[in-house]
């Protein structure tokens, strides 16, 4: 699994969520950490950023993170 350079604070950070809510996210989906500055795997970033865009704006999650739609 590759990292993606990015902790749970830059994510807070990135998409104006508190630390807090990040780290709330982070248990619910069984995602280890030890604290804010705990670099994540890409996976798990990437499942932390698709569930703060669905709580966010849930009418627009099919392509939330990092896939494009082909027409």
Do not use: W
């Not at 995602?31 to 966010?56: C, F, G, H, M």
């Amino acid at each position: 699994m590759g990292f993606a350079d990015l902790s749970i604070a830059e994510i807070a950070a990135d998409y104006s969520v508190s630390v807090e809510k990040v780290l709330s996210i982070c248990d619910k989906l069984l995602i280890a950490y030890k604290n804010p500055q705990t670099r994540l795997a890409l996976e798990d970033a990437k499942a932390i950023i698709s569930q703060i865009v669905s709580e966010t704006h849930p009418e627009d999650t099919s392509n939330s993170v990092g896939e494009t739609e082909v027409t």
